[in-house]
Nanobody, 121 residues
Framework: QVHLVESGGGLVQAGGSLRLSCVVAGSIVSTDTMSWYRQAPGKQRELVASSTNSGSTNYADSVKGRFTISRDNAKTTVYLQMNSLKPEDAGIYFC???????????????WGQGTQVTVTS
């Protein structure tokens, strides 16, 4: 089985920083796209940032210049460094990974359970 384990959420004042981590654990061959999504109360889940194993990244316009996604392919871990946080950045942040598994040989999408980010003004 494959599990995505997120950590790093918490409470921070506006202007502060947080770093989220997501470890992909299990019988894994490789990960392709790894992303962070967020969902605020009453809103749909939205893409925050994504990263492919070839090195390309993509960001939501609202976080460009403030958030940075990075990954350690050897550790199958993806990070999200969030700086200059705003109250509108608050929500539950979910990790996503496109994973190739060893047993059984397959490729599918996996999601973490989410980590809460709260930003006070």
């Amino acid at each position: 089985q494959v599990h995505l384990v997120e950590s790093g959420g918490g409470l921070v004042q506006a202007g502060g920083s947080l770093r989220l981590s997501c470890v992909v654990a299990g019988s894994i061959v490789s990960t392709d796209t790894m992303s962070w999504y967020r969902q605020a109360p009453g809103k749909q889940r939205e893409l925050v940032a994504s990263s492919t194993n070839s090195g390309s990244t993509n960001y939501a316009d609202s976080v460009k210049g403030r958030f940075t996604i990075s990954r350690d392919n050897a550790k199958t871990t993806v990070y999200l460094q969030m700086n200059s946080l705003k109250p509108e950045d608050a929500g539950i942040y979910f990790c996503y990974a496109d994973v190739r598994t060893r047993f059984p040989p397959a490729r599918r999408d996996y999601w973490g359970q989410g980590t809460q980010v709260t930003v006070t003004s």
